[in-house]
């Protein structure tokens, strides 16, 4: 059975940094692209970044480029996301999930996690 577990999240003032993880198990996710979601309250789903399980490479939304880094670390099974110079509207649910596709898109995202909150406070 596979299972994406989410955590790390909390509360953290304007300007701080969190790293979230995403531990996975129940499945070989070689080939697999492993993306990072965001959810505020009244708001869609968005993209937030991903990463390719095999080659490590990466792509993020426009809008987050810099302040975040996504990593995995293959020995540990877990895939990582750094976020810096955290703001007041990157308050959200953060949820990472796994596709077969190199995609952005949440609907072909096969697999996903719980979800872990994120509170930035101004």
């Known amino acids: 059975q596979v299972r994406l577990v989410e955590s790390g999240g909390g509360l953290v003032q304007a300007g701080g940094s969190l790293r979230l993880s995403c531990a996975v198990s129940?499945?070989?996710?070689?080939?697999?692209?492993m993306g990072w979601f965001r959810q505020a309250p009244g708001k869609e789903r968005e993209f937030v970044g991903r990463v390719h399980w095999s080659s490590s490479s990466t792509y993020y939304a426009d809008s987050l480029k810099g302040r975040f880094t996504i990593s995995r670390d293959n020995a540990k099974n877990t895939v990582y996301l750094q976020m810096n110079s955290l703001k007041p509207e990157d308050t959200a649910v953060y949820y990472c999930?796994?596709?077969?596709?190199?995609?952005?898109?949440?609907?072909?995202?096969?697999?996903w996690g719980q979800g872990t909150q994120v509170t930035v406070s101004s």
């Open positions: 129940g499945g070989t996710f070689s080939g697999y692209t």
């Open positions: 999930a796994a596709s077969r596709r190199w995609s952005g898109t949440l609907g072909e995202y096969e697999y």
